[in-house]
């Protein structure tokens, strides 16, 4: 995957150079940590195709795909990431446990 040169997002892509404050604690009951986007899968997939049927020993991990659940937004300012005006010091506090603005991860959204 380093030497490749993909013109399109690869399906596998997750990625969050965002995470919440408490990403960890959500990533437990999810399985995998939130990302910013699921386009490249295809939407949010809880229930990925995990190849159990391949009998193909070659390609049955190269088609493997991760679930994939979009992080929502945040509690700080609801949005996806924060910029911070220049003068301000907003007082909020940080998120507890699993919270979030919708609720506790479940992974059978």
């Given at each position: 995957?380093?030497?490749t040169r993909p013109t399109t997002r690869p399906?596998?892509?997750?990625?969050?150079?965002?995470?919440?404050?408490?990403?960890?604690?959500?990533?437990?009951?999810?399985?995998?940590?939130?990302?910013?986007?699921?386009?490249?899968?295809?939407?949010?997939?809880?229930?990925?195709?995990?190849?159990?049927?391949?009998?193909?020993?070659?390609?049955?991990?190269?088609?493997?795909?991760?679930?994939?659940?979009?992080?929502?937004?945040?509690l700080y300012d609801g949005k996806l990431f924060?910029?911070?005006?220049?003068?301000?010091?907003?007082?909020?506090?940080?998120?507890?446990?699993?919270?979030?603005?919708?609720g506790p991860p479940n992974p059978n959204r």
């Amino acid at each position: 995957n380093s030497f490749t040169r993909p013109t399109t997002r690869p399906k596998r892509e997750r990625g969050n150079a965002y995470p919440e404050p408490n990403h960890l604690a959500r990533l437990i009951p999810l399985g995998t940590f939130e990302s910013f986007d699921c386009r490249p899968s295809g939407g949010e997939q809880p229930n990925p195709d995990d190849q159990v049927n391949n009998p193909n020993p070659f390609t049955k991990s190269a088609a493997k795909s991760p679930p994939c659940f979009v992080e929502p937004p945040s509690l700080y300012d609801g949005k996806l990431f924060q910029r911070l005006p220049r003068g301000e010091v907003p007082d909020v506090s940080a998120p507890r446990g699993t919270e979030s603005t919708e609720g506790p991860p479940n992974p059978n959204r």
